[in-house]
């Protein structure tokens, strides 16, 4: 089984040179390097740009992730098979820049993947325990709009997707950017685990995960883990 970290770049690294201070994402790169072995890096840099994440969000765009998913995969020795997808879209999302703007901000659109394998999966949450959709398009218009993606804020979700063939699993230490790319993974994994170390700590993973013949992937935010202190 493979073991990986990667990095999401915070948005503001892809902003150019517009003389605003951002996080030196090379520097934290190096950080870790020197203090983490044993795990493989793989580099997200040359799959996003600004683009790909929303103007009024700190978020990634699920609809732009492709080449995260599939540069991942290749990164643990997963084969990822073609999938179509339907868009589905959803209007107006205003994410947490929206609030900080002095003039009124143009809204975003959320957009989100189903296929075949996201309509046959099964998620549970450790808070409910009972059987869920990949999606929740009501909490759409909650308090944030994110939340529609696998289960929102959870300490630890179980996606087991029917139709995947491959038989390996995976379990992710993540934060909520991880919540959209999971459905873009169900090609290639019949079971993924979500680990969020903002809500459980890290001693208590080992009750309720096995490791057993799993690919395990560290996948944070360079925010975050500027913040380091919020995990557990």
Not at 109 to 137: H, I, K, M
Not at 144 to 164: I, K, N, Q, W
Not at 177 to 183: K, N
Not at 215 to 229: E, I, R
Request: aromatic share 12%; net charge negative.
């Amino acid at each position: 089984p493979a073991v990986c970290y990667a990095v999401i770049p915070d948005k503001g690294y892809f902003t150019g040179e517009g003389g605003y201070p951002v996080l030196d994402h090379e520097r934290l790169i190096k950080a870790l390097s020197g203090r983490i072995s044993g795990m493989e890096h793989i580099d997200l840099l040359s799959a996003l740009t600004l683009s790909d994440y929303y103007a009024t969000d700190t978020h990634w765009r699920q609809e732009r992730l492709a080449s995260v998913a599939e540069l991942l995969c290749r990164g643990m020795g997963a084969e990822l098979p073609p999938c179509e997808y339907r868009a589905e879209t959803l209007a107006p999302f205003y994410g947490v820049y929206a609030g900080q703007y002095a003039l009124p901000a143009a809204a975003d659109t959320l957009t989100y993947l189903q296929s075949e394998y996201t309509d046959a999966a099964a998620l549970t949450t450790v808070e409910t325990g009972r059987a869920e959709a990949v999606y929740d398009a009501d909490a759409f218009f909650g308090a944030d709009g994110y939340e529609l993606f696998c289960g929102g804020s959870s300490a630890l979700v179980t996606v087991r997707s029917p139709l995947c063939q491959s038989g390996r699993e995976l379990v992710i230490f993540r934060d909520s950017f991880a919540s959209s790319l999971t459905p873009l993974l169900l090609p290639a994994y019949s079971k993924i685990t979500l680990v969020d170390l903002r809500y459980m700590s890290a001693d208590l993973v080992g009750d309720h995960v096995d490791f057993s013949n799993c690919d395990v992937l560290f996948l944070y935010s360079a925010s975050l883990l500027n913040n380091g202190y919020l995990l557990k």
